[in-house]
């Protein structure tokens, strides 16, 4: 089902807040219309994490996004394709929970979800100059640049990297 209206206008904020500068730097630019198509897209699930407030939102509470994830069951190409994969569209994590573990908690579940759809692989895309990012993901989360990275079959010269990580365990 569609991510309901208040939470695509959250997501969509925190995505601005966390990446609008990578995006309007990046060879793509920001564009927050074909953003919000993404996260439309049918088969687009979602993760999203709220924290509870107190403030007043008619029954006294209220609740705002501090992360989520949107990610998506595909194949690694869609004119070749060769492998299964989950592909992580988003994880973005509000500023004031950052550095709490709650990325790489996000990113174990992404991989558990992945193992139980029978996936091969998670995969994602960064940008390089995101140091934080391609630190997390390349140290923390132990991913790697994927074989089909501009950098690893184009040029050197594109501005963002394809990480994965197998997450298909062989039976014995």
């Known amino acids: 089902s569609p991510l309901p209206k208040e939470l695509e206008i959250e997501c969509i904020k925190l995505f601005e807040s966390n990446m609008g500068k ?6 793509w630019g920001l564009n927050l219309k074909e953003k919000r198509k993404e996260l439309r897209h049918p088969d687009a699930r979602f993760l999203i994490l709220k924290e509870e407030s107190s403030t007043n ?36 994590v509000d500023q004031t929970v950052r550095r709490s573990g709650l990325g790489k908690k996000i ?7 992945a193992m139980r759809a029978k996936m091969r692989k998670v995969s994602l895309t960064v940008f390089k100059n995101n140091e934080a990012a391609m630190n997390f993901y390349l140290k923390k989360m ?30 014995k």
Do not use: W
């Open 57 to 92: 939102n008619g029954d006294g509470s209220q609740s705002n996004i501090i992360a989520f994830s949107h990610f998506r069951f595909e194949v690694n190409d869609d004119d070749y394709p060769t492998e299964e994969v989950m592909y992580v569209y988003e994880l973005q």
């Open 142 to 171: 132990k991913y790697c640049v994927d074989d089909f990275s501009p950098s690893k079959y184009m040029d050197d010269n594109s501005d963002y990297e394809i990480l994965s990580k197998c997450v298909h365990r062989e039976k």
């Open 107 to 113: 990113m174990t579940i992404m991989e558990l979800l």
């Open 22 to 27: 990578f995006y309007r730097s990046s060879s």
